[in-house]
């Protein structure tokens, strides 16, 4: 069995990058999604934009818990969970993630469940112990970083690595970038460049379109919304790398003189756009 996990910036575009990923390997394996968001929207394209109770909200409501409380199907047969969080302004938002996990293991939902690849998708960065507890119990051997060419998302990018990095003796490694390109700014020389100094490689670009937005106001994903798409074709093409994918690196984190070298260089681009 395989466990990766995804990390970046919030917003950047994490959770549309797993939930097609999972519905593109669901064709030939049976695939978890792990949602580490305390929003708990991380599954909603994959449940037809149907939210599921949370593993803390069961927790909460129940003592005897078994698998069909907390694990959805969803789209193709994707299991579903959502880790959940903490009321608003109470306790730590990694909580949900460390609850989560000790449960899944408890009742033994991988192996009973015969799951081939299970994909967390983890907030933010790694300051927080719960969204590291994935790296810091060796679970996932394999971390994709999703980025854009935002500055503060490679800032982000570089902190997960600090996190890698630290952690690197369980076993986990930078798999590689995954360039989500965002708004108006498709700046691929310059994340290639900071990927390099990384120590990686961007594994796939996936470029602005706009059936992916189309898709997730239909609660879908585009590999369900638009099969035949270029977009969706992207997609399956990145699963099938992910999936054939085994290697990965600890990954060099920047300096902050080198980030604002990266930084200056990302303003100068908006400025010739201007």
Known sequence: MKQIAFYGKGGIGKSTVVCNVAAALADN?????????PKHDCTISLRHGEEIPTVLDVLREKKDVDINDIVYKGYKGVYCVEAGGPKPGYGCAGRG?????????????FKRLGVDIVLYDILGDVVCGG???PLRLGLVKQIYIVTSSDYMAMYAANNICKGIKEFAKKGCRLA?????????????????????RLGTKILEKIPNSLLISEAEIEGKTVIEYAPDSEIATIIKNLAEKI???????????????????IGKSIKERIRRRL
Not at 29 to 35: A, E, H, N, P
Not at 102 to 108: A, F, I, T, V
Not at 243 to 261: D, M, Q
């Open 176 to 196: 590689g970038l995954i360039y989500n390109v965002r708004g108006s700014l498709d700046a691929e020389d310059i994340v290639n460049e900071f990927a390099k």
């Open 97 to 109: 993630v460390i609850v989560a996990i000790e449960l899944l293991k408890k009742l033994d939902v």
């Open 29 to 37: 394996f049976k695939v978890m999604v792990v949602g580490c968001d």
């Open 243 to 261: 999936y054939k994918n085994n290697s990965g690196v600890i990954p060099e984190p920047l300096s902050n003189k080198e980030l604002i070298e």
């Open 131 to 133: 969204f590291a507890m």
